[in-house]
């Protein structure tokens, strides 16, 4: 299913005041997308509550948690899936007709404090998740500042004025790095 999404980068604080508001506004709920051991799923009421919000991990665009993004009201029901050593893994994506009301969110995220990772947001195809999207481009990204084809945080620019790479991965050459 083909995506608009937008790419980021932001603090954590960047992100915050943004994110707020549209709890506030946007009865919405957050599972991490992902292959898990258990059909239970992990739902977030607010982003607060998330793992090492605003930090990268493992330094990499590919390791950042993915979110989806929903309705209060709508149920997450993960999908079996048997693997081949035998057992069933349980799948929480966005690829099947069930999720296709959800919205992704990708937290941008600091790496050791030398590296800011981007983030990312798209819709999926339901009137919920265009809304949400609208609403994320109006809300979320106010006062970020457009730098080639990433939108860059308040926050996030200054770090950027000051030399701190805002990169895809801490292992990219700085070429990779996002230039004026």
């Given at each position: 299913m083909p995506r608009k999404g937008i790419f980021y980068f932001a603090t954590k604080a960047?992100?915050?005041?943004?994110?707020?508001?549209?709890?506030?506004?946007?009865?919405?709920?957050?599972?991490?997308?992902?292959?898990?051991?258990?059909?239970?799923?992990?739902?977030?009421?607010t982003y607060k509550d998330f793992p090492d919000f605003g930090l990268s991990t493992q330094g990499t665009t590919n390791s950042q948690p993915i979110y989806l993004i929903y309705p209060s009201d709508f149920k997450v029901v993960p999908k079996e899936v048997p693997q081949r050593r035998g057992g069933i893994k349980y799948s929480v994506n966005d690829m099947n007709k069930q999720m296709e009301i959800c919205f992704r969110f990708v937290p941008s995220g600091e790496y050791e404090e030398a590296y800011l990772i981007p983030g990312e947001f798209s819709p999926g195809?339901?009137?919920?998740?265009?809304?949400?999207?609208?609403?994320?481009?109006?809300?979320?990204?106010?006062?970020?500042?457009?730098?080639?084809?990433?939108?860059?945080g308040p926050e996030a620019y200054q770090k950027f004025e000051s030399g701190i790479p805002l990169t895809p991965s801490y292992k990219a050459k700085p070429e990779m790095y996002l230039q004026c």
């Open positions: 960047d992100m915050e005041s943004g994110l707020e508001k549209i709890e506030s506004e946007v009865s919405i709920k957050y599972t991490r997308l992902g292959l898990f051991d258990s059909p239970e799923t992990t739902e977030y009421k195809i339901s009137d919920f998740s265009t809304s949400l999207y609208k609403t994320f481009r109006k809300v979320f990204l106010k006062n970020f500042k457009k730098v080639k084809s990433y939108s860059v």
